[in-house]
């Protein structure tokens, strides 16, 4: 049992650049989430998903899109990387939305130059 | 919409020494969770403790403990006994207990507090 993975542990990109955030979970949770977390301050959602096929916008959605096609997966694309972008992002399931902790993947450092 | 409150930036503690750091939170929900979350520099995110809003008992882990004032919206995490592995960032969180609502279970943070221990 993994818990919740990440890939890449750490990425550069140059401005313009697309990427995708991979997050994978390996203990049927329904509820996905996607937080970055700026220098010094908390973290703040990005997307959400409740199931596979169903996604929706946080806090901070812009610049971002996910997608969910299965329980286990849930990547993060970044389309045209801009400097705001630059932050440490993390991934988190939980089984439903009322009863248990969110349990979170290791985070992704990404630096936008 | 909730937000929550950490005012202390940065404290230090001596090894052995207790320490107590702060949380408000804003809310017009009656029941929801609380919880500290530790972070040190590997950057994981480690769950500390968890609090029920509905529960007037304070929760315990081993060292780790909580006064949870629900009237005041206040929400302190005390370590006893400081090691020196306490040292990491502290993030209070809130969470709408909600079921069935539109939460869906998301997690609105603090600005964190740094927590640096001195042997």
């Known amino acids: 049992n993994a818990g919740v993975t990440q890939t890449p542990k750490f990425r550069i990109l140059k401005i313009g650049q697309s990427m995708t955030l991979q997050c994978t979970q390996d203990?049927?949770?329904?509820?996905m989430y996607w937080y970055r977390q700026d220098p010094g301050m908390g973290l703040k959602l990005i997307y959400y998903s409740v199931g596979a096929g169903i996604t929706d916008k946080g806090e901070v959605p812009n610049g971002y899109n996910v997608s969910r096609s299965t329980t286990e997966d849930f990547p993060l694309r970044l389309e045209l990387a801009a400097p705001s972008q630059t932050s440490v992002y993390f991934c988190?399931?939980?089984?439903?939305?009322?009863?248990?902790?969110?349990?979170f993947g290791p985070g992704t450092r990404l630096t936008v130059l | 919409a909730q937000t929550v409150t950490q005012s202390q930036p940065e404290m230090s503690v001596q090894e052995a020494e207790t320490v107590t750091l702060s949380c408000t939170y804003d809310t017009s929900e009656s029941d929801y969770y609380l919880f500290w979350y530790k972070q040190p520099p590997s950057r994981q995110m480690i769950l500390v403790i968890r609090q029920e809003a509905y529960k007037q008992q304070n929760a315990t882990e081993n060292r780790f403990s909580v006064n949870f004032q629900k009237a005041a919206k206040s929400f302190s995490l005390k370590i006893s006994d400081s090691q020196l592995g306490d040292a990491a960032m502290y993030f209070c969180?809130?969470?709408?207990?909600?079921?069935?609502?539109?939460?869906?279970?998301?997690?609105?943070f603090g600005q964190g507090t740094i927590l640096t221990v001195h042997p």
């Open positions: 969180a809130y969470r709408s207990a909600d079921a069935g609502g539109t939460s869906y279970g998301k997690l609105t």
């Open positions: 988190a399931s939980t089984p439903w939305q009322g009863t248990d902790t969110q349990y």
């Open positions: 203990m049927n949770h329904n509820y």
